[in-house]
């Protein structure tokens, strides 16, 4: 069975970098076919997709955080991680990485990890 | 504000029929498969629908989605009170070339 897991620092102070990581377990990272990404949910809010990324480094960005994010892989450990620069109090959500399948076209995220609580405060 | 468009809230009765929409546009329901999500409020969304209509293992079928043109609906029968969650529509945007959700809708099992 597949499983993610997040981790990473759950407090950042504006202005800094917010740095997670996914671990996969269960299953390849490599596999055809198969998008890993980010998607966050500020509390009491929607689901935003940050962005997705390949084995082979291939990304995708929201245009409205492209500025600010890098995801990156490293299929060695199994894990991709997301750094998103210049944090505000708008950036507290809950975090979730999932795996997507986009074969010839998009068909979801398929497993998600528990999320976790990032908050953006002095 | 979200690129696709649902009805914040919805209800119904235990053992009725609820249906959930879900509009968009060209570049992204009108041009990919749209996936459907539960949320139990403190829980990671699960997949309900893929590819506009399949269901993954283990999701009975009272869930049901579909698509036509621009729009998506998510059709869930027999309600029961464990249905009560959040259920959010998802799709690529080809022209963002990025994945696109809608707002979410809560949904009460009266």
């Known amino acids: 069975q597949l499983q993610l897991q997040e981790s990473g620092p759950g407090l950042v102070k504006p202005s800094e970098t917010l740095s997670l990581t996914c671990s996969v377990s269960?299953?390849?990272?490599?596999?055809?076919?198969?998008?890993w990404g980010w998607i966050r949910q500020p509390p009491g809010k929607g689901l935003e997709f940050i962005g997705t990324i390949y084995s082979s480094g291939n990304t995708y960005y929201n245009p409205s955080l492209k500025s600010r994010v890098t995801i990156s892989v490293d299929t060695s450990k199994k894990q991709f991680s997301l750094s998103l620069a210049a944090v505000t109090a708008a950036d507290t959500a809950v975090y979730y990485c999932?795996?997507?399948?986009?074969?010839?076209?998009?068909?979801?995220?398929?497993?998600w990890g528990q999320g976790t609580l990032v908050t953006v405060s002095s | 504000q979200s690129v696709l468009t649902q009805p914040p809230s919805v209800s119904a009765a235990p053992g009725q029929k609820v249906s959930i929409s879900c509009s968009g546009s060209?570049?992204?329901?009108?041009?990919?498969?749209v996936s459907w999500y539960q949320q139990v409020p403190g829980t990671a969304p699960k997949l309900l629908i893929f590819?506009?209509?399949k269901r993954p293992s283990g999701i009975p079928d009272r869930f049901s989605g579909s698509k036509s043109g621009t729009s998506a609906t998510l059709d869930i029968t027999g309600l029961q009170t464990g249905d009560e969650a959040d259920y959010y529509c998802?799709?690529?945007?080809?022209?963002?070339?990025?994945?696109?959700f809608g707002g979410g809708t809560k949904l009460t099992v009266l």
């Open positions: 060209g570049p992204n329901i009108g041009s990919n498969y």
């Open positions: 998802g799709t690529w945007d080809y022209s963002l070339t990025a994945g696109v």
């Open positions: 590819d506009n209509y």
């Open positions: 269960g299953g390849s990272i490599s596999s055809n076919n198969y998008y």
């Open positions: 999932a795996r997507q399948h986009y074969g010839d076209y998009d068909s979801g995220f398929d497993y």
